[in-house]
């Protein structure tokens, strides 16, 4: 282990759950963040990596960003994506890869210098044909790349909400849209599974939207909103397209902990934000279908109390996990990007959180699903 990492995790508790429960724990370590901040310099994602196998995880969500590694059209640099599948190999733990965001050369022009440019969806010489398509290739090539130690993908990132699906057309932005983004997905499943015919491809992750029903603004125009969609209005508009998929993702987030009502829609976790988007699938037929939760977490703020966030972690984890349908879930995250979030495990000084200490529990507590199964 490198100095650091063992310094810094000198106060966690080194969590053991068992193999069958490790293997299906997955966190957001934020590993392929770029930039010259410090605190995320080579040092600390060693740390971050010591960290995941510390608290009892598998693995870890890896954002393969098509922004980052190819800014400059026709140039790839896979060097930091390269060196951290290399040091999650040496640790031992797993990764299943997330393809998204666009480099400033595959948006409008109206929207090179814009800091939300990433978001919109691939459109390349004012074609999203032609941006689908050199998505398309960027991710054959990641799966080809990492071919036999990330065969899992899933294709962007809640793409049901505006601030992480923006569509510019004609000046007016279109916003999600179920058959636009089964355009991107299909041709992007078609390339991975002919680079890597063993991977698994997934329908992006699906916000939960925290179970409200309110309406979003316009990410580009404050005067302009749009309706919100839901998960399973959403796999309703792929199916309605005529799209094929055999897994999706899912952020079921919820701002009140499991069982307890709010916002008027009765039971919000894992009622609407869960069990609603299970039900749509069998009502369509897709029984087969399997859902991998991407993104899971507790805003600490949410809980009234340590024991509160104890019991919200306990039961949210028991919930999911004991889902047959639900294949792993993942954590989010290891530590906040930012002063005005409270998802993370660690502080930056290596000691735990309220969630840190929340999830430990939850996991020394686990005792099998038996009836939850």
């Known amino acids: 282990m490198h100095p650091l990492a063992a310094l810094v995790l000198l106060g966690l508790q080194q969590l053991a759950p068992p193999d069958s429960l490790r293997s299906r724990l997955f966190i957001q370590g934020e590993l392929t963040w770029y930039g010259v901040d410090s605190s995320r310099d080579l040092s600390n994602r060693l740390v971050r990596i ?40 040496q640790a031992g733990l797993s990764a299943y890869g997330v393809i998204t965001y666009s480099p400033s050369w595959a948006v409008p022009p109206a929207l090179v210098h814009d800091s939300r440019s990433f978001a919109h969806r691939p459109t390349v010489d004012g074609s999203s044909a032609r941006g689908d398509t050199l998505f398309a290739g960027f991710a054959a090539e990641a799966a080809r790349r990492y071919r036999g130690f990330v065969d899992r993908w899933e294709v962007w990132n809640e793409q049901n909400h505006p601030a992480f699906w923006i569509n510019l057309v004609n000046g007016t932005n279109r916003g999600p849209d179920a058959a636009d983004y089964a355009r991107l997905f299909a041709i992007t499943r078609d390339s991975i599974l002919t680079a890597n015919p063993q991977a698994t491809v997934a329908v992006g992750g699906l916000t939960s939207l925290n179970g409200l029903r309110t309406v979003l603004r316009d990410p580009m125009d404050s005067s302009r909103s749009f309706p919100p969609i839901s998960p399973e209005e959403f796999v309703r508009g792929l199916v309605a397209a005529r799209l094929s998929f055999s897994t999706i993702g899912l952020h079921p987030y919820s701002m009140v902990p499991p069982g307890r009502p709010a916002f008027g829609r009765g039971v919000i976790f894992p009622d609407v934000v869960v069990d609603s988007v299970l039900a749509a699938l069998q009502t369509l037929g897709l029984t087969q279908v399997h859902v991998w939760v991407t993104e899971w977490g507790v805003h600490a703020p949410f809980a009234h109390s340590q024991s509160e966030l104890d019991d919200w972690y306990r039961e949210a984890l028991r919930a999911l996990l004991c889902r047959k349908a639900i294949e792993f879930v993942t954590v989010h995250t290891l530590m906040d990007a930012n002063s005005g979030d409270h998802f993370g495990l660690m502080r930056r000084d290596g000691t735990e959180t309220p969630n840190g200490l929340a999830f430990g529990r939850a996991l020394t507590a686990w005792n099998g699903c038996g009836a939850h199964q």
């Open 50 to 89: 010591a960290a995941v196998r510390t608290l009892g995880f598998g693995g870890t969500r890896l954002p393969v960003e098509w922004v980052w590694v190819e800014p400059t059209r026709g140039h790839r640099n896979w060097a930091r994506l390269d060196s951290t599948v290399s040091e999650l190999k």
